[in-house]
């Protein structure tokens, strides 16, 4: 799916969010679980619905739409690619990827140059709907103009493409164990993969 096409739906994208308050807040708190801390940045900030609750200074995207959102909720934005960041070696704490690693043409490389953006210790995180969740096979199977054209991955793919970039899971945080058909609740993360949404923490193992 084209970054153009985020453009074109940016307030249908953020709509989501009014909608469905539950489901989002167990997203953030399963991203907070992490235990991310420093100067980070989000890498898809889209509008902005993860890196303002989070204390996130710095998103990165493609969509003018979403920067423009993202702005407005105090975040400094940078339109760029995933794949080429514009961000100086070793300058962060971490690099977050909340739902965005689908959409990339080569995930792989945004996960280096995100590695690459990392002062020493720090860690890349990355946020995934499983391809082989309830949630995962409903949005595949879905008409969803968001989702339709992802490539949806399982979480073991998901680290088998993070230790391919230089990089070596430590953590795991979970969240949405209801179906996407059921009624939403509020839920606190817990530690491994499961749910709907996962979210893994890497730390480098490149020199």
């Not at 680290?159 to 509020?186: F, V």
């Amino acid at each position: 799916m084209s970054w153009r096409a985020f453009d074109d739906l940016a307030d249908r994208y953020d709509l989501w969010y009014r909608r469905n308050p539950a489901t989002y807040w167990n997203e953030v708190r399963a991203v907070k679980a992490l235990g991310l801390a420093g100067v980070g940045v989000e890498i898809g900030v889209g509008t902005g619905r993860f890196a303002a609750p989070l204390g996130i200074p710095l998103g990165i995207d493609m969509s003018t739409r979403m920067l423009r959102a993202a702005a407005s909720r105090g975040i400094n934005v940078v339109r760029a690619s995933a794949e080429s960041l514009p961000i100086r070696n070793s300058l962060l704490d971490y690099a977050l990827f909340v739902v965005t690693l689908c959409f990339l043409e080569d995930p792989i490389a945004a996960l280096e140059e995100a590695r690459a953006s990392l002062r020493p210790g720090g860690h890349v995180a990355a946020c995934i709907v499983p391809r082989d969740s309830p949630w995962g096979v409903h949005y595949a199977s879905s008409s969803s103009p968001f989702y339709s054209a992802a490539k949806f991955y399982s979480v073991d793919e998901l680290l088998s493409m993070m230790r391919r970039a230089g990089l070596e899971p430590d953590a795991i945080s979970s969240t949405l164990r209801y179906g996407p058909l059921d009624p939403p609740s509020a839920e606190e993360p817990v530690d491994g993969p499961g749910g709907g949404f996962v979210c893994v923490r890497s730390e480098s193992t490149a020199p």
